[in-house]
């Protein structure tokens, strides 16, 4: 009941008030439409808020990490400088110890050039020389080299007399003939004026072997063509050459020039050679 009663009387008071109170009520109920908004406002902002500060703190975490790298960074800048400047500066030794090097080596290759006009001009004069003995010997020994028995060759300063052993000894023999001894006295002048040179006489058979009573003085082409070598070489001594540009050499028959199946053959391979070569 009394619920009720005070439902009467509010509805009473109600209706005596609504005339004066309809502009209340709009005014009211604008500004309630305007809190709605402004709470409505402020929720989305207190959601952008709460955004905002995610993304300030992951922005706050990158620029940290941007920091710290930029500080790696820093260092390693700093080291590769350092580095930098280390291989800068051992270039720079380099540099300055190779232009020395350079300058050396020029100097050193003048030397060398000075060198090897010196040695050319050294060459060329033997090489006259030899020439010159070559030529003064084919002056010397025309006869025998027209009668085949003599032959002279000159090749890259090499220069070699080739003796049949028919003008010097007798068959089986090795003391020089009284003839050979002449071919030889042909030669004597020209080689004593060899200073550069060293003069080997060589020894050389054919394949046939010795046989008979000869067989003890030479039991094989080994003995006779020393034989023969050394006297050759003894009777260039005697005759003035200094001893110590000559030599004996024996090679038997192991160095043939021609065919030992003929009878020509056979008598090319049976020879003296005379040969001018380098000093030891």
């Known amino acids: ?42 929720g989305e902002l207190q959601q952008t808020h709460k955004k905002l500060i995610v993304e300030n703190a992951a922005l706050k975490t990158k620029y940290k990490r941007l920091n710290e790298d930029a500080d790696i ?13 280390a291989k800068s500066d051992t270039l720079s030794k380099n540099i300055s110890e190779l232009r020395q090097q350079v300058a050396d080596l020029k100097v050193e290759n003048g030397k060398l050039n000075d060198d090897i006009s010196e040695l050319q001009k050294a060459k060329e004069e033997k090489v006259k020389e030899v020439s010159g003995t070559y030529e003064q010997l084919l002056a010397n020994m025309k006869n025998e080299i027209s009668q085949g028995q003599v032959t002279i060759s000159e090749l890259k300063g090499k220069l070699t007399v080739n003796l049949e052993a ?44 010795i046989s008979g009573a000869l067989a003890r003085t030479f039991p094989t082409n080994w003995e006779l063509s020393a034989a023969r070598a050394i006297n050759v070489t003894k ?4 005759q003035g050459i200094d001893p110590r540009n000559l030599s004996a050499a024996a090679f038997a028959e192991y160095k043939p020039v021609a065919d030992n199946g003929t009878k020509e053959g056979r008598a090319k391979n049976r020879r003296i050679e005379i040969t001018l070569v380098a000093k030891d």
């Open 1 to 42: 009941m009394i619920k009720r009663f005070l439902i009467i009387v509010v509805g009473g008071m109600f209706l005596l008030s609504a005339g004066g109170c309809l502009v209340a009520e709009s005014t009211y109920l604008k500004k309630v439409e305007e809190a709605d908004g402004v709470s409505k406002e402020l």
């Open 73 to 85: 960074l820093a260092g390693e800048k700093k080291q590769l400088e350092g580095i930098l400047r």
């Open 166 to 209: 028919a003008i010097l000894f007798d068959s089986g023999k090795a003391d020089v003939k009284t003839e050979g001894l002449d071919i030889l006295n042909k030669m004597v002048e020209t080689l004593k004026g060899v200073k550069d040179k060293a003069i080997r006489i060589e020894g050389h058979t054919d394949v046939v072997q």
């Open 235 to 238: 009777f260039l001594q005697q």
